[in-house]
């Protein structure tokens, strides 16, 4: 397994990070414990989920699979807080110290865990002033409750924004942002990438196959399959519309010339993008588990990546995952 740098932390994270939004939830809690230990034999030390998985759920079995044979040490788990927790609360989600503190201690308690190596806010909150953010999160990593700080689909304004408050306030920064990037939706490669990298910022990206729409399993004019992510058009702002569809389509056609399979393909474009330090895959099953494996064996050659940008121009997106709320009034998801 190749191992890479969280931006300037100098921590290193596998080539992949495994998501575990399904576990415990579409995957019984049984293989999704497999699936985590079969990670950690094969060199995967990157574990990302969040509190909202299924409110807790996956955090739980999380939890549970790191202290078998005590394999918490061995992992560099990384969390999110922001989303709502509670119906008939409106103080649990968001931003503001008094959540934050509230979700890194239910966390911990899921996760049977003393720190969280990586907490990450799961998306902007333009109502609350980063500096209410920072100094919640600051305090709890001088408690040793948490080691890093990050953010999850945030604008690449909003992220500098938060790197000259640490620097007035002499706070703890974020070190890393994870944004969605694949084929299907470039926009990060305009500005967030480029001040990534600039600031040494990690970012760890996630649907590098769009949800399964870069997969091959969605044809024009077909039955959606059963029981995958898309299988009725209901995707959040229209994301398996026609245009990615057949987009897809075309691609997968090219998977099919070249001799891989897109799925595998798709997610190691991703990885091998400059700036982009650990994609997050994650697997339903345990065979689509050692499917994002074998990926990391995909060579991807310049001849690849010269026929991705004519397919897919850079910086340019036909399904829509790149959406927060980076404004006034703005709709995110």
């Not at 910022?201 to 729409?213: F, H, S, V």
């Not at 990546?305 to 897919?312: E, G, Y």
Request: glycine share 8%; with cysteine; proline share 6%.
């Amino acid at each position: 397994m190749e191992y890479r740098s969280l931006g300037r932390t100098g921590v290193q994270v596998s080539k992949y990070c495994l998501g575990c939004m399904l576990f415990g939830n579409d995957t019984p809690e049984d293989e999704s414990i497999r699936i985590m230990h079969h990670a950690i034999d094969a060199g995967i030390n990157f574990f990302d989920t969040a509190d909202v998985y299924s409110r807790g759920v996956s955090e739980t079995v999380v939890g549970k699979a790191l202290q078998q044979e005590a394999r918490r040490d061995r992992v560099f788990l990384a969390t999110k807080f922001f989303n709502k927790m509670a119906d008939d609360d409106p103080n649990a989600w968001g931003g503001h110290r008094l959540h934050i503190v509230k979700a890194c201690e239910d966390s911990l308690r899921r996760l049977q865990t003393d720190h969280i190596d990586l907490y990450q806010m799961h998306r902007p909150h333009t109502s609350v002033p980063i500096d209410e953010t920072l100094r919640a999160l600051d305090d709890l990593i001088r408690a040793g409750k948490v080691r890093y700080i990050g953010t999850s689909t945030f604008g690449a304004w909003q992220v500098v924004e938060s790197l000259w408050a640490s620097k007035e306030l002499g706070l703890n920064r974020f070190i890393c942002e994870q944004p969605p990037y694949n084929l299907l939706d470039r926009r990060i490669e305009r500005e967030l990438l480029p001040m990534c990298q600039t600031y040494g910022i990690a970012t760890i990206p996630w649907a590098p196959i769009a949800g399964g729409l870069l997969s091959g399993k969605y044809r024009t004019g077909q039955p959606r399959p059963e029981g995958a992510r898309y299988a009725t058009q209901s995707a959040p702002f229209q994301r398996d519309n026609d245009a990615a569809i057949a987009k897809a389509e075309e691609y997968t056609a090219w998977c099919d010339q070249r001799g891989v399979a897109p799925a595998q393909f798709a997610a190691a474009w991703v990885a091998a993008q400059p700036g982009v330090t650990s994609p997050i895959v994650g697997p339903r099953t345990m065979q689509q588990h050692e499917a994002y494996l074998a990926s990391a064996e995909i060579v991807v050659t310049d001849e690849d990546r010269a026929t991705m940008d004519k397919m897919f121009p850079p910086g340019t997106y036909v399904s829509e995952y790149y959406k927060a709320d980076f404004g006034p009034n703005a709709r995110w998801a």
